[in-house]
């Protein structure tokens, strides 16, 4: 094996401990004995042991406090032995970390205090230092400590994504201020992701320098834009976002909400394997991807609430056309919701390991 100097010497890449497991083998286009799976949103809301130990603490001091962000990331991964742990984080921890005032409301989601919506906004807004990052590299390496050969994967949020956050000021359905933005004033625009693929990119390669042995960049609001809106204004700052841990060669998945339209461009900006939601098939995203790129997905997270048999005849679906990529991830097209039953995803990951 060769070694990869710009890894830490005890990676778990780097010693080989989690090279040969079935979510990196997948991931660089190597189909493993065993289909690999694991849950967008795994830890989190449906498990009744992360409500207790969540009980009087804020979503954002839980990202921040390393014994706890870690003991979550590890909830699911004993409950269903799935083939990989996430580390638990929100995609606006950075930009918290970077100075901008940001909670995440329960019901809501996260809301700023004030929205970055002019030239002067983008102006004050500061790099992150490293030094706020100790907590996040904190809680990998714990995490990491305990996986052993299970791989952990680091995420962020991607440009786009946090850019219609900071402009919406909070959630939206359409982000018409964000898109008015790109459009009407394209060099605040280009400042606002610049500054945000930055803020992301430094997140991630934290993540991956602490021991996290994928990337994953989520753009959950990209189902928004045009192919032409995403080319022209946003793939370049994806792809700065992934350039920050390029020099690592961690496998990277970019994963986007609706983005049937813009998968082969997503997957353009530089990643090895590209997540795909539940609206269209794995087969067809494959062949949009041009059939040479490993796909990750993509169960519809509304069948988790279905009899077994239906859920059970769908996954097999999705696993069947999953063999038309070079090599496929087993995951949803989106998160587990918080009223889904434990067992049903401790059975899908049981079921997965036979096909």
């Known amino acids: 094996m060769t070694q990869n100097p710009a890894l830490p010497e005890q990676h778990p890449l780097a010693t080989g401990l989690t090279t040969r497991s079935p979510l990196v083998r997948a991931l660089r286009g190597d189909r493993p004995e065993t289909l690999p799976v694991w849950f967008m949103r795994q830890a989190g809301r449906s498990l009744p042991e992360y409500r207790e130990l969540r009980v009087g603490t804020k979503m954002l001091d839980a990202c921040l406090t390393p014994d706890l962000a870690s003991e979550i990331t590890m909830q699911p991964v004993r409950r269903h032995g799935v083939d990989a742990g996430i580390f638990f984080s929100d995609i606006v921890v950075p930009v918290k970390l970077a100075g901008v005032a940001v909670d995440i409301v329960p019901g809501r989601g996260p809301v700023l205090e004030t ?19 100790a907590p996040i590299a904190a809680g990998v390496a714990q995490t ?23 402009v919406e000021g909070g959630p939206s359905k359409d982000h018409i201020r964000a898109r ?16 945000a693929a930055d803020v992301t990119g430094a997140f991630l390669r934290t993540q991956v320098l602490a021991g996290a042995s994928a990337a994953q960049l989520f753009d959950s609001w990209v189902g928004s834009l045009s192919l032409a809106d995403y080319t022209e204004h946003v793939a370049r700052h994806s792809a700065r976002a992934l350039s920050h841990v390029a020099d690592l060669d961690v496998p990277r998945i970019h ?3 609706g983005s049937g339209e813009v998968l082969a461009a997503m997957r353009d900006v530089g990643t090895d394997a590209v997540g795909v939601d539940w609206r269209i098939p794995l087969d ?7 059939g040479a790129t490993p796909v990750q997905g993509n169960v519809d997270p509304a069948l988790l609430q279905a009899p077994w048999p239906v859920l059970e005849a769908h996954v097999r679906d999705v696993a069947r056309r999953g063999r038309s990529a070079p090599a496929h991830v087993l995951n949803l097209g989106h998160g587990v919701s918080p009223e889904t039953d434990p067992d049903v995803l401790t059975r899908i990951v049981g079921l997965a390991h036979t096909l």
Request: no cysteine.
């Open 180 to 195: 008015a933005l790109m459009h009407s004033d394209p060099e605040t625009w280009d400042a606002l992701l610049t500054w």
């Open 284 to 290: 067809e995203a494959s062949r949009r991807l041009g």
């Open 255 to 257: 994963f986007g909400v």
């Open 144 to 166: 990491v400590a305990q996986l052993g050969g299970t791989p952990l994967i680091g995420f962020a949020g991607a440009p786009f994504t946090l850019a219609a956050y900071l």
């Open 115 to 133: 929205p970055i919506r002019t030239a002067a906004d983008v102006a004050a807004l500061r790099p992150i230092d490293e030094e706020a990052l």
